[in-house]
């Protein structure tokens, strides 16, 4: 089971993509015992999508909800924050 963010846990993990690799990450961090805030950045408009079945199957393209790889209250269930129409410029890891 994934575990959910503690209050008195300071930590930050970011994860920059909101592809499927993001999504994988996000998870493994709270079904690997993290604690602290997963915050996942994504320059799309929508909740992360499986992208190779959109390229696959257009059709599907007309109902966006159906091409999600997780809805919008697992990352709430799992204390993910999905930041959406946010695109990073650059990096500072200091």
Do not use: C, W
Request: aromatic share 6%.
């Amino acid at each position: 089971t994934a575990t959910r963010r503690l209050s008195d846990d300071r930590r930050t993990f970011i994860i920059v993509g909101g592809g499927a690799a993001g999504v994988v990450a996000a998870d493994a961090l709270r079904q690997g015992g993290f604690t602290g805030e997963v915050l996942l950045l994504s320059e799309e408009m929508y909740l992360p999508y499986d992208r190779p079945v959109l390229s696959k199957n257009f059709a599907k393209a007309a109902d966006v909800e159906s091409l999600s790889l997780r809805d919008a209250s697992h990352f709430n269930d799992h204390d993910i924050t999905v930041r959406l129409n946010s695109k990073v410029t650059r990096l500072d890891a200091e």
